[in-house]
T-cell receptor
Framework: EDKVVQSPLSLVVHEGDTVTLNCSYE??????LLWYKQEKKAPTFLFML????IEKKSGRLSSILDKKELFSILNITATQTGDSAIYLC???????????FGAGTTVTVRA | ETGVTQSPTHLIKTRGQQVTLRCSSQ?????VSWYQQALGQGPQFIFQ???????GRGNFPPRFSGLQFPNYSSELNVNALELDDSALYLC????????????FGSGTRLTVV
């Protein structure tokens, strides 16, 4: 069965710290890996990764995929209180119509 | 503001009752997917609708059913509610043949008592 595992489950940091979130997967026919941020209800799209070794960046957030080792990391630098959220990792498979999500990592940034 | 709207935002139902949740997809999107997110868990795929037909289903029993209308809006129906059905139900729209993630709605928080 396809599996997506995120770690850690939660963490608390102070403003200005750097955070690294991990996502590993065991899937067949991998097509893409996506990161979402969920603050209250609606997950919002951050990144979609399909190729190994190519870093995607958006402001203070960046992410990279390792298809050989089957994992991805999401980095947040110079964290702010507005970064407090649940970060979800999801995997999409070839010829498939759904996303398989991990349980998420809850990030709390303290002022 | 998300282009996907869901209603209602919250509701409370009694075990054994039936519920209908509604979703309007983002303009230009023709595919709607439904997910269930229990507290402390990631979203779990329920099913997807494309061209008014079910286009794939997750591990949910038949008492979870859905509809898609010609304007691409959708309904999720749950019969014989159980306490474990308490969750956030998320609707997500996308464009078939061009998968670049979903646009999620804000969800409906269902509590079964």
């Amino acid at each position: 069965e396809d599996k997506v595992v995120q770690s850690p489950l939660s963490l608390v940091v102070h403003e200005g710290d750097t955070v690294t979130l991990n996502c590993s997967y065991e899937v067949t026919n991998f097509r893409s890996l996506l990161w979402y941020k969920q603050e209250k209800k609606a997950p919002t799209f951050l990144f979609m990764l399909t190729s190994s070794g190519i870093e995607k960046k958006s402001g203070r957030l960046s992410s990279i995929l390792d298809k050989k080792e089957l994992f991805s990391i999401l980095n947040i630098t110079a964290t702010q209180t507005g970064d407090s959220a649940i970060y979800l990792c999801a995997v999409n498979f070839s010829n498939d119509y759904k996303l398989s999500f991990g349980a998420g990592t809850t990030v709390t940034v303290r002022a | 503001e998300t282009g996907v709207t869901q209603s209602p935002t919250h509701l409370i139902k009694t075990r054994g009752q039936q519920v209908t949740l509604r979703c309007s997809s983002q303009s230009g999107h023709n595919t709607v997917s439904w997910y269930q997110q229990a507290l402390g868990q990631g979203p779990q795929f329920i099913f997807q609708y494309y061209r008014e037909e079910e286009n794939g289903r997750g591990n949910f029993p038949p008492r979870f059913s859905g509809l898609q209308f010609p304007n691409y809006s959708s309904e999720l129906n749950v019969n014989a509610l159980e306490l474990d059905d308490s969750a956030l139900y998320l609707c997500a729209s996308s464009l078939a043949g061009f998968f670049y993630g979903y646009t999620f709605g804000s969800g409906t928080r269902l509590t079964v008592v």
